[in-house]
């Protein structure tokens, strides 16, 4: 029997338009469930099931994307789900912030989105013994 289990991602981003298109883009080969906030990236992150992968913003009201990944690599229930942030900060300070705090890459909005679906294709195989969905 074929495994057509999806992957789950959470997209955490407080700008609606954002939200639509992005998870128009990954829901043809990922489950995505949304966030609009920091806290409620982090409980949709401890609850079950857990996503296999996280799409976070930084730049929010409530919390910025650095304290979320900041919150989510000091719990061990939420340690290792791999981070991808995807923001409209390009600066080399902001990215290696990023990646300092255990984001697994960055990119900066405006992206395209075959790249965004191949970095994070990329990413969930890293973690996957299986393949992932193609076109």
């Keep these: 029997?074929?495994?057509?289990?999806?992957?789950?991602?959470l997209l955490v981003d407080d700008e609606r338009i954002n939200q639509t298109i992005i998870k128009k883009a990954l829901s043809t080969h990922f489950d995505v469930i949304l966030a609009s906030s920091g806290q409620e990236a982090l409980d949709l992150a401890r609850q079950s099931p857990?996503?296999?992968l996280i799409l976070l913003d930084i730049m929010m009201p409530d919390m910025s994307?650095?304290?979320?990944?900041e919150q989510l690599k000091s719990k061990p229930q939420t340690h290792d789900i791999p981070v991808i942030l995807l923001t409209a900060l390009g600066s080399d300070s902001d990215k290696a912030r990023g990646i300092e705090l255990?984001?697994?890459?960055?990119?900066?909005k405006?992206?395209?989105l075959m790249t965004l679906l191949n970095q994070v294709r990329r990413?969930?195989?890293q973690d996957e013994d299986r393949p992932l969905p193609r076109d």
């Excluded at 255990?102 to 900066?108: E, F, I, K, P, W």
């Design 50 to 52: 857990q996503p296999q």
């Design 65 to 69: 994307g650095y304290q979320v990944l």
């Design 102 to 108: 255990g984001a697994c890459d960055y990119l900066t």
């Design 110 to 112: 405006p992206c395209s």
């Design 1 to 9: 029997m074929l495994h057509t289990k999806r992957c789950l991602i």
């Design 123 to 125: 990413q969930l195989q």
